[in-house]
């Protein structure tokens, strides 16, 4: 049991009174603005998405928090340093897939973007969020979308 009192078994929670509850895998995107445009990636060689443009995202890891992962992430995959203070939590997305997807911006940070995963992405690019091409993540994209429009919330994958 942990300390919120939770059993878990294969991707199922059974809380203190009995209840069945789905757990989520958590994945974090990074929003990074310069003036009008977004920085996204083309993914290369990792099972997921590959030849698609996506934010830079990955997996919440255990153990950690939502902001130290989105820190961590950062760090791997583009090299930079984002304080903790220079983020905000920006939209939070429900995959029908059983993923929950948190967009955090930060609106600041320290050294150079470069790619420095080469292996799993073959460019970075800077992109206007009115012509982004086809070849994008569409939830990312409509992360985007709903950001825009003022949402803090959103579905992905239940119509």
Known sequence: MTQAGHRYHSGRS???VGTMQTALLMDLHLILREGARVLFGLRCNTGF???LYHLPAGRLE???????????EAKEELGIEIAAADLALVHAMHHR????????EARAWSG????AEPDKCDRLDWMSLEELPDNTVAYAREALRLIGNG?????????
């Open 151 to 159: 949402h803090t919330a959103g579905t992905f994958g239940w119509d």
């Open 14 to 16: 059974t809380d203190r």
């Open 112 to 115: 150079s973007i470069v790619n």
């Open 62 to 72: 255990d153990g950690e928090t939502i902001v130290a992962g989105i820190i961590r």
């Open 97 to 104: 897939s059983g993923r929950l997807a948190l967009f955090f």
């Open 49 to 51: 998405a590959d030849g």
